[in-house]
């Protein structure tokens, strides 16, 4: 069964600072990667996805990711970090032929003015 | 275009009590899930759907029972409540079991006193 890891319950990074949020994954099978954020008291909307086309795969509000097979890892990149980036990040697999998206723990973002 | 729509957004049980979430999408998705989210645990499945008429558990069915009679809903019943089912739920839907993202309600908080 698939599953994914996040390293990091918290992060804190300063306002202009790189963002990096880590996700490892496990996957039998080639995986379908996603990255969802969520605001206080709102649904998850989706950041980007991978789908198996390019591994570097760009996403709203400046967020990019990197599938990289050889470290199972799926690590979410922002290069200058913004007040409004605060909010909770989630890492999710999926695979095909299985009908469940199994998602992580969460890292919640932090941004210090 | 609604989306995924859920009702109630909060609700506070009595143990013993019993109650259905709904769960509503005007997308014409096929795939619909329930998760619940606790602090520091992500999002849990506790049941989903491939299409009206089939359901199957997630990781944490145990207190809920769910139906599909049409594509557009996707209720969540809890017969016996209990205070571990203190959480919040979200609805989630999606086109297919391949690389396609989910698309997730804004939530329902409950209470379970």
């Known amino acids: 069964a698939q599953s994914v890891t996040q390293l990091g319950s918290h992060v804190s990074v300063s306002e202009g600072a790189l963002v990096l949020l880590r996700c490892n994954y496990s996957?039998?099978?080639?995986?379908?990667l996603f990255w969802y954020v969520q605001y206080p008291n709102q649904g998850l909307q989706l950041l980007l996805k991978?789908?198996?086309?390019?591994?570097l795969v760009k996403g709203i509000n400046g967020f990019e990711a990197e599938f990289k097979k050889s470290e199972t890892s799926f690590h979410l990149t922002k290069p200058s970090a913004h007040m409004s980036d605060a909010a909770e990040y989630f890492c999710?697999?999926?695979?095909?032929?299985?009908?469940?998206?199994?998602f992580g723990k969460g890292t919640r973002l932090h941004i210090l003015p | 275009n609604a989306g995924v729509t859920q009702t109630p957004k909060f609700r506070i049980l009595k143990i013993g009590q019993s109650m259905t979430l709904q769960c509503t999408q005007d997308?014409?998705?096929?795939?619909m899930y329930w998760y619940r989210q606790d602090p520091g645990m992500g999002l849990k499945l506790i049941y989903y759907?491939?299409?009206?008429?089939?359901?199957d558990k997630g990781e944490v069915p145990n207190g809920y029972n769910v139906s599909r009679s049409t594509t557009e809903d996707f209720p969540l019943r809890l017969e016996l409540a209990a205070p571990s089912q203190t959480s919040v739920y979200f609805c989630?839907?999606?086109?297919?079991?391949?690389?396609?993202?989910?698309?997730f309600g804004q939530g329902t908080r409950l209470t379970v006193v």
């Open positions: 989630a839907s999606r086109r297919h079991n391949m690389n396609t993202e989910a698309f």
């Open positions: 996957s039998s099978v080639p995986p379908y």
């Open positions: 991978y789908t198996s086309a390019a591994t």
């Open positions: 999710a697999v999926s695979v095909h032929r299985d009908d469940k998206i199994i």
């Open positions: 997308m014409n998705h096929n795939y």
């Open positions: 759907s491939v299409g009206a008429g089939i359901t």
